[in-house]
């Protein structure tokens, strides 16, 4: 990286036409990792990045009005980049390919990837990306598994994620005066410590996801038992009722609503398999001990009864 971090810029506007693009894979080569760019047929190619290098950080905010960049096998071999790359884009989405997943990151939010990996950024609707790289050895817990996670979805509501597009805006802007080495390499510890924050609540997101997933995963085999309860859950996973309680809220539901969605989605598909048992029977054996209510419920849900339900499958 380079010495001074003194916010750099970087502009097409004085360029003649033919050189735009070369000199803008050049300097965005320096800036994210060896790529190619994709202008869009047509449209004069343009420009414009502001970065802040600091020692093991690099935090870039550029407009270009290209269809899209990508990252070839052949580009990873001739650098052997092994960094972590933060891309928040602003004013529009960009949709990222990389390892055989394709994310949409919507304006405001970001998506987390390796520069160890080929990627394709589309960038035909974005007006402005902020991006930050750190090299992988210098982010704490940055292991094998956390880089087979990438590309990963970041909220813009993520505490740790909005701590650090502040904090990188102000370096960005020349608020913040890292003149001497010392306060320049302060600033990227500080960045570092960041992304390492970001990538522990990320780490905690998936355990909440994982808890969530083997919750509804008991509720799901217990079903037909009648008596089933949030209590009886929260023991079998040894948890708190209220944690199961909130972890239901997290989703913008509750466990009554989702034992009941699933009892009514057991029964559908029971009826509508051409089962000839009666409709009782189905009910109970899907955890309703009050055949009005079952009826009451499923009506609701579907907008048929149970019998028009049957009915419409046998013709």
């Known amino acids: 990286m380079a010495s001074a971090a ?26 994210f990792a060896t790529l190619d760019i994709v202008p869009n047929p047509g449209i004069p190619f343009m420009a414009r990045a502001v970065s802040c290098e600091l020692p093991d950080a690099c935090l870039t905010t550029c407009f270009l009005n290209c269809a899209s960049a990508c990252r070839n096998t052949e580009h990873c071999l001739k650098d ?4 972590i790359m933060l891309l928040r884009p602003v004013g529009g989405p960009i949709t990222v390919e990389q390892d055989g997943r394709v994310l949409r990151v919507e304006a405001g939010d970001a ?20 991006c930050l790289r750190v090299p992988r050895q210098a982010v704490r817990g940055a292991s094998a598994d956390l880089l087979s996670t990438l590309p990963r979805l970041v909220s813009h509501e993520v505490a740790a ?5 502040h904090y990188g805006g102000a370096l960005l802007q020349g608020i913040l005066p890292v003149v001497t080495s010392e306060s320049r390499r302060i600033a990227a510890s500080h960045i570092q ?40 859950v929260a023991r079998r996973q040894r ?29 559908w598909a029971v009826l509508r ?32 009864t149970p019998r028009e339900a049957r009915s419409a499958v046998q013709g």
């Open 6 to 31: 003194a916010p750099i810029w970087f502009t097409t506007d004085d360029m003649p036409e033919g050189e735009r693009l070369s000199q803008s894979r050049r300097r965005l080569s320096d800036l």
């Open 193 to 232: 410590d960041l992304l390492t924050l970001l990538l522990r609540s990320g780490q905690d997101n998936e355990a909440t996801t994982s808890r969530l997933d083997s919750i509804k995963d008991d509720i799901r085999k217990c079903l037909a038992n009648r008596e089933l309860t949030i209590d009886h």
């Open 80 to 83: 052997g980049a092994d960094d």
């Open 161 to 165: 994620f909005q701590l650090l597009a």
């Open 111 to 130: 998506v987390l990837v390796s520069t160890g990996k080929t990627w394709t950024w589309d960038v035909s609707e974005l007006a402005r990306l902020d």
């Open 273 to 304: 398999s051409g089962d000839g048992r009666k409709i009782s029977d189905i009910a109970y054996e899907v955890g309703f001990g009050d055949l009005s209510y079952f009826n009451r419920v499923f009506r609701r849900r579907y907008l048929v």
């Open 239 to 267: 948890v708190t009722a209220r944690t199961v309680q909130k972890l239901f809220e997290a989703e913008g539901t509750t466990f009554s609503e989702y034992v009941l969605e699933q009892r009514l989605d057991r029964a």
